[in-house]
């Protein structure tokens, strides 16, 4: 608990981070990272869980930034799409593989996507196009109809692998 | 011009930022000391206000003002303007900012509620009183022009927003004669944009001056800020709208909408920067969308199985204000005769009121139903004339020669319509050609092991490049870096890539060296919006023309610093030299001699800057084309679809990117692939949303989505200097007919015509069941029936 009355204490890891915060107990994790420490590449789509816009890395696992409290993330490690990247400005295999693909129109849904895949290929990088549509079919998209984020997944799948 | 960059595979400037989290959407925005809105809006779609009690709302922790239409003075109850304000509409209905008399759907906004927070904001939102007195409402569109229908606006003499007719040719005479006339009636429904950034708006004063600063994620900046100003009573030139990165719009972010006025109505009360983002909820109950459409259709044809007329009427669903003219119904009009060389067409649109969210266009606007309707009856005559559809459409599209090809309807400005460029045939046979000729033998094999394969094809055309312009500025810095200036917003289509590849190859730069600037009316003057696939068109060829305009200034006052002829000078990598020597200088040298030195003179008849500025004009529209076919199966059991393959041809003229361009098809396809199967926005008998959540309104998800394959055709436009034509919309138009026809096609034992769409596993099941005799799940294949409907099999042509 916070010492401020009615205000939760968290101290979350993000990006490899450290941040410590008073929060309503009421705040999700989504509008934390975006409100309380300005990360605002993370995306609020739908606040029902649906969209998954707002995907982060959890402890390695992807969750979706609205369905969980800030101050259920304390103690948590947590990686969003401003810590894809390496601080020399390397992109993520997956990342380069978005823009070589042409794997975002608007961008919006993209933070998202880019986490979902990133830590479903951490996990399964030898998955193929079915696997693929299936680890995200909880992210929406309106704008490229999913065939190009599906070829980026695949590209970067072999980078991941060592084949490409 | 060289053309390195136009018509290559150019990787998009934009995605730096936008997939490293660094993009800045609405909500990023972080404006100093903003305060945060949250809307009171009508639970009721019809009602009449008799009071709004804020007073508990107001006295809460953290609540700057909760403020109503009587806080704003005449500014606050007055009628908003149009944005496309036509004479035909004969009840120009339009929101107030903040409803104080009468609120015509669930979601109007009545009061908002300015707090420290979001949160705070929405808590006082819920407790701000509003005494409703309820009013009868009509919510059943086919019902609104009934006598004794409510009206949507009480004490409105009827539901009638406009009558809309179309004509061409001998209609009474093609029919009498016609050999086969066969009549057909069709529902059809959009749905909403469903962009995955929702709207927002944000006000702030700038601190010297008090000019007016509005970002809002919109797709028309400067029409926003005219009507802003228009409303406000200002001077546009103290009016800034700012479209900042915009995530999704495919429509229905191009309308002004309450939100649009109250925040800078608030912002300037109050004297802070205000911002209200859009949630989802609001999404489902304030953004337009576009619903329902009943067609009563007939269709002439000869014994070859040619179309000859189509004629009939519509009823359109406009929902309870006008807000943005009448285009989504209009364009349904005006995509008659489809890609179809008719001789007669006789269609009326009634547009009508009803207490739903206004209908505006999404995605294709009013051509996805209108091709929906057309490409139905092309099958139909196929069926009842034992023909193959595809002849049905060889033997009745424009022909390429025909081009341009007046159909015999008029443009908006009642000029009349032709079609510029294009190859039907070529399409179709293509696409037909990709889609293999074993088909028929596998849908055969398929229904002995009881399995319903089915094939369909649907061919549209599309205006595109809508007037009346838009217009780039392109500048040269004296560091050689360009920028090019344009009115023209985007929400994800990838200008900036295609203005820059224009631009590269136009002036004689790398595309690294150009910036681009738009959708913000402090930096460029004029623009219209991004609609209608017109921006490839109207912005690119602005940016065609002023890049040419800034080369050719380069040129000639090179020729005068180097002592060279013209014709001997090279423009290349920024650098224009002169041919066989050493001597050159580099655009930036020249962008700095060109902006001036004190006391010393330009060069005679050279304007200062290395810059120009262009307007095209677009005056006619420009046809996109293009043939889809679709590949499903049909589980009977279960009335699923799953689509197995899809293919698309298409025509969108000369190809900036065809990497951007597939992008544009295939999000569209899948766009229209909602339309058929999965997106239905419903409605209760009492007007209230159903589907206001994405488990209840269904998108397409990665899992329901084929690959889609594309074959490119380039029928260079003739009308604009760069061959182009939009690609924006194409993928959309065609699809959900194109689905419901293979559909169709794999159920066609079934002897089941479906007439609407969305068609949901339900429904399909319904009506499969509905047609099996005495409750027979899997009757006896019909295999004359799956040759009557199977496509492009036999040529008899």
Redo the contacts between chains.
């Keep these: 608990m916070s010492d401020r009355p009615g205000l939760e204490h968290v101290q979350v890891t993000v990006n490899g981070k450290l941040f410590e915060r008073d929060v309503?107990p009421?705040?999700h994790l989504g509008d934390f990272l975006?409100h309380e420490l300005?990360?605002?590449?993370?995306?609020?789509?739908?606040?029902?869980g649906?969209?998954g816009?707002c995907t982060v890395i959890f402890n390695d696992a992807p969750v979706r930034s609205c369905l969980m409290f800030a101050g259920q993330a304390n103690g948590a490690r947590i990686t969003?799409?401003?810590g894809?990247?390496r601080a020399d400005g390397q992109?993520h295999p997956v990342?380069e593989a978005?823009?070589?693909r042409?794997a975002?129109?608007?961008?919006?849904?993209?933070?998202g996507m880019?986490m979902t895949i990133v830590a479903f290929l951490s996990e399964s990088p030898t998955a193929d196009e079915v696997d693929?549509?299936?680890a995200?079919?909880?992210?929406?998209?309106?704008?490229?109809?999913?065939?190009?984020?599906?070829d980026a997944a695949l590209d970067a799948g072999r980078v991941l692998r060592g084949e490409a | 011009m060289g053309a390195r960059y136009f018509g290559a595979e150019v990787r998009r400037v934009e995605d730096p930022k936008l997939i490293t989290g660094q993009g800045h959407y609405l909500d990023d925005l972080q404006i100093p000391g903003v305060l945060h809105a949250a809307f009171v809006r009508s639970s009721h779609a019809h009602a009449r206000i008799r009071a709004i009690d804020t007073s508990g709302a107001s006295k809460m922790a953290g609540v700057i003002a909760v403020l109503t239409a009587a806080d704003f003075g005449e500014q606050g109850g007055k009628m908003m303007p149009h944005m496309v304000p036509v004479a035909a509409v004969k009840q120009p209905l339009n929101y107030q900012p903040l409803a104080d008399r009468e609120v015509c759907h669930v979601g109007v906004p009545i009061a908002v509620v300015i707090a420290e927070s979001r949160s705070i904001a929405e808590d006082a939102a819920a407790i701000v009183d509003v005494d409703f007195e309820l009013l009868p409402a009509i919510i059943d569109w086919r019902k609104a022009l009934d006598p004794d229908a409510p009206r949507a606006h009480s004490g409105a003499p009827d539901n009638l927003v406009a009558g809309l007719h179309g004509r061409f040719g001998a209609v009474e005479d093609v029919f009498a004669k016609a050999p086969h006339v066969f009549a057909e009636t069709f529902e059809t429904h959009r749905g909403g944009c469903h962009s995955m950034e929702c709207r927002g708006v944000a006000a702030a004063l700038a601190p010297f001056g008090g000019e007016l600063n509005v970002w809002s994620s919109t797709q028309a900046p400067h029409m926003v800020r005219r009507l802003i100003a228009e409303h406000l009573g200002r001077d546009e030139q103290t009016v800034r709208v700012i479209a900042p990165d915009v995530g999704g719009g495919f429509g229905p972010k191009c309308s002004l909408y309450p939100e649009e006025i109250v925040i800078p109505l608030a912002a300037i009360k109050l004297q802070r920067s205000v911002k209200w983002v859009e949630d989802r909820t609001e999404h489902f109950l304030s953004t337009t969308q576009q619903r329902d459409q009943a067609w009563e259709l007939e269709v002439a044809a000869d014994n070859s199985g040619r179309l000859l007329g189509v004629r009939g009427r519509c009823v359109h669903d406009n929902g309870a204000y006008v807000p943005y003219g009448l285009v989504a119904a209009v364009t349904s009009l005006s995509a008659f005769p489809g890609p179809y060389a008719l001789e007669a067409v006789d269609v009326k649109v009634d547009v009508v009121f009803t207490n739903l969210v206004p209908n505006t266009p999404v995605r294709g606007a009013g051509r996805p139903t209108a091709c929906f309707v057309l490409e139905r009856l092309a099958d139909r005559v196929a069926r009842e004339l034992s023909l193959d559809p595809a002849d049905v459409r060889r033997r009745s599209f424009v022909r390429k020669e025909q081009f341009p090809y007046s159909t015999g309807m008029k443009a908006r400005d009642g000029s009349p319509v032709s079609y510029d460029s294009g190859d039907y045939h070529a399409c179709l046979e293509a696409v037909l050609e990709r889609g293999g000729s074993d088909f028929l033998e596998r849908q055969k094999i398929a229904l002995d092991r009881r399995r319903y394969l089915g094939r369909g094809i649907a061919s549209y055309i599309e205006d595109t490049g809508l007037a009346p312009f838009e217009g780039a500025t392109v500048r040269v810095q004296p560091s050689g870096k360009i920028v090019i200036q344009t009115g023209a917003a985007s929400q994800g289509q990838g200008h900036a890539t295609i203005f820059s590849q224009i631009c590269a190859d136009a002036v004689g730069v790398t595309i690294e060296d150009i910036v681009v600037e738009a959708g913000d009316t402090g930096t460029f003057p004029l623009g219209i919006g991004a609609i209608a696939s017109r921006t490839a068109v109207t912005a690119g060829s602005s940016v065609h023309q002023a890049s040419v305009a800034v080369r050719d200034k380069a040129i000639k006052v090179a020729s005068e610093i180097l002592e060279a002829a013209e014709a001997d000078l090279v423009l290349e990598d920024g650098v224009v030299r002169v041919a066989g020597s050493d001597a050159q200088v580099t655009l930036g040298q020249l962008a700095f001699r060109l902006n001036g030195m004190s006391g010393i003179p330009m060069f005679s008849g050279i304007k200062p800057g290395l810059e120009a500025t262009a307007f095209y004009e677009a005056r006619k529209s420009t046809f996109a084309s293009g043939t889809h076919l679709a590949e499903v199966e049909v589980d009977v059991e279960t009335g699923r679809v799953e689509i197995r393959r899809y293919v698309v041809g298409h025509d969108c003229g000369r190809l900036i990117n065809p990497m951007l361009v597939d992008g544009q098809v295939r999000g569209g396809v899948v766009h229209g692939i909602g339309n058929a199967l999965f997106e239905r926005m419903i409605h209760d008998e009492n007007g209230q949303p159903v589907t206001t959540n994405y488990a209840d309104y269904l998108l397409p998800t990665a899992p329901e989505v084929p690959r889609i394959e594309i074959i490119h055709f380039e029928s260079a436009s003739p009308l604009n200097p760069i061959g182009v034509k939009g690609a924006g919309e194409g993928g959309t138009i065609p699809a959900a007919a194109c689905i419901i026809s293979a559909i169709e096609n794999a159920i066609a034992p079934f002897n089941v015509r479906l007439t609407e769409h969305p068609i949901s596993p339900a429904r399909l099941r319904q009506l499969i069941k509905a047609a099996t005799i005495s409750g027979e799940t899997a009757p006896i294949a019909r295999e004359e029936a799956i040759m009557a409907c199977s496509i492009g099999v036999k040529r008899t042509v």
């Design positions: 309503e009421r705040l975006r300005k990360l605002t590449g993370t995306h609020i789509g739908c606040e029902h649906v969209c816009a969003t799409v401003e894809l990247a992109l990342q978005f823009r070589n042409h975002l129109q608007c961008g919006f849904c993209t933070p880019l693929i549509r299936d995200i079919s909880g992210n929406i998209c309106r704008c490229t109809g999913y065939e190009t984020i599906v």
